[in-house]
């Protein structure tokens, strides 16, 4: 009987047991739930302070999605992108460096390393490779002279292109978030400015005979380096080329090393793409141009087309123009790159017509889409919007790239833009810079701000009076002047 009793009261003992683990179980999970719910919320909560530009609002959410859960990657990258938006780089390092403790697994962790790799190599830089370019709270951009232009260029100006630069020293300048302003570096060039682990590289005007030169980011420690080109900032590195009989392309690499991908011995290399993870770019050939790409890692370097005068036109194979046969425009989609080829003729290289064709990244699959004639406006630029399984070509400007349109209502240029799902968005008029210019020119867009340079030209387009270097704040519509030049 005593047995029967103790048997009875282990059986009752372990069900209390079996009974108060489940309570701690649910606990435990309505915890996680609730925990997971609360920090969710917190993110969408900064999310909306960031879409407002209340950046001071999201920080503290952030703060708190952090303090909820500090093991989650997601609100450490985040606050990180706002403090980079702010001009706040430090910060940014710092609560990226405390993530990195703080998360567990090797995907969280993963996740915080790209976002400290992105910062350091200048992925974050504001309008980076553009004129005016701002990175850690400070801005750079080339200060000219009325003698840095060719103002008088009657030939350019008719053919619509008023800003040419002579081959001259400019003067690079860094103004810091309180407007203090500072010449870090003279020299003959001009245009893009580019940041790549923590160094400035700027591109000679004479790419030709004169290499890139980068510098610490007070202008120290210049260096000439072993190329001549930029095209863009990725992940694996800054990439690069050089011209003439030996093109190449590159990757310079954080350890400074610099890895070739393409070679196109006694020949020339033409980059017209650099897209996640390839380079999309031409080679002369004896009957035209090849048409290739190859991987960033310098791998699957893949012959796309042969293309050649007669590709796009039915002209006699008697005439000679001056550039037979151009790609100048390309855009990815998934497995398949599409692209514009085309000639150039006549007194101003004017554009004569061409195709647009599309072709898998194997190589596989050329079919032309359509035809294009050179007198049509931004012919050699256009967009392939995807709309489910259709791929719908709208001609004018390269996706997410402002592109500059003539408005005939106003009779005059306005800067607009193809996005995502193929509709177009004006970022600025003619009236809104008609205080500036005439004209306009080096466009540039980063979402938030508009960068251009308004041209002011006399009435018959045979001399430039003044130009105008702006940018516009695309949230309050707000048109800065950072430099004007008279001539």
């Not at 406006?377 to 709309?387: D, I, L, W």
Request: net charge negative; glycine share 8%.
């Amino acid at each position: 009987m005593k047995t029967k009793n103790n048997k009875m009261i282990a059986t009752a003992i372990a069900i209390i047991f079996l009974i108060i683990a489940i309570i701690i179980s649910l606990v435990f999970v309505f915890n996680n739930r609730h925990s997971a719910k609360t920090y969710n919320n917190k993110l969408e909560e900064a999310q909306k302070y960031v879409s407002k530009l209340d950046y001071k609002k999201a920080e503290a959410a952030y703060i708190k999605a952090i303090d909820i859960d500090p093991k989650q990657p997601i609100a450490y990258v985040e606050l990180a992108d706002v403090y980079v938006t702010i001009n706040e780089q430090d910060k940014a390092e710092d609560i990226l460096e405390k993530g990195y403790k703080n998360v567990e697994g090797k995907e969280n962790k993963k996740i915080i390393k790209d976002k400290q790799e992105e910062i350091k190599d200048g992925m974050s830089a504001v309008n980076n490779g553009g004129d005016y370019v701002t990175y850690r709270g400070k801005s750079y951009y080339w200060e000219y002279k009325s003698t840095s232009f060719n103002a008088s260029n009657q030939r350019a100006i008719t053919y619509g292109h008023p800003l040419q630069y002579e081959d001259t020293s400019n003067d690079l300048v860094c103004v810091d978030d309180k407007g203090n302003k500072k010449t870090i570096y003279s020299g003959k060039n001009n245009g893009n400015i580019w940041v790549f682990n923590n160094r400035i590289y700027v591109i000679p005007s004479n790419t030709y005979s004169d290499n890139c030169t980068s510098m610490d980011l007070d202008g120290s420690n210049t260096k000439e380096e072993y190329f001549n080109s930029i095209y863009g900032v990725r992940q694996e590195g800054l990439v690069v080329g050089a011209a003439g009989d030996d093109g190449s392309l590159s990757i310079l690499k954080n350890n400074d090393k610099l890895e070739r991908i393409a070679y196109a011995h006694f020949n020339s290399i033409k980059v017209v793409l650099v897209s996640d993870t390839r380079v999309y770019y031409t080679t002369n050939a004896d009957s035209g141009i090849n048409f290739e790409c190859v991987d960033l890692d310098g791998k699957n370097n893949v012959h796309l087309a042969t293309l050649t005068q007669s590709s796009w036109c039915d002209w006699s194979d008697d005439y000679e123009m001056k550039i037979p046969v151009s790609v100048d425009c390309a855009q990815e989609i998934g497995d398949e790159v599409y692209f514009q080829f085309g000639g150039y003729d006549g007194s101003g290289n004017s554009y004569q017509g061409g195709k647009i064709a599309k072709v898998k990244t194997d190589g596989t699959g050329f079919t032309e889409i359509k035809s294009i004639d050179g007198e049509d406006e931004g012919c050699t630029a256009f967009t392939a919007c995807k709309s489910g399984d259709k791929v719908e070509i709208k001609q004018g400007g390269t996706l997410n790239k402002p592109f500059i349109s003539y408005d005939a209502g106003s009779e005059s240029y306005k800067a607009v833009v193809y996005t995502e799902d193929g509709s177009k968005k004006e970022l600025l008029s003619g009236k809104e810079y008609a205080s500036y210019g005439n004209d306009l020119e080096s466009l540039s867009y980063t979402g938030d701000e508009l960068f251009f340079v308004a041209v002011k030209v006399n009435d018959n387009y045979t001399q430039c009076l003044s130009y105008a270097y702006c940018k516009k704040d695309l949230k309050t519509n707000k048109i800065t002047v950072y430099q004007q030049v008279n001539i």
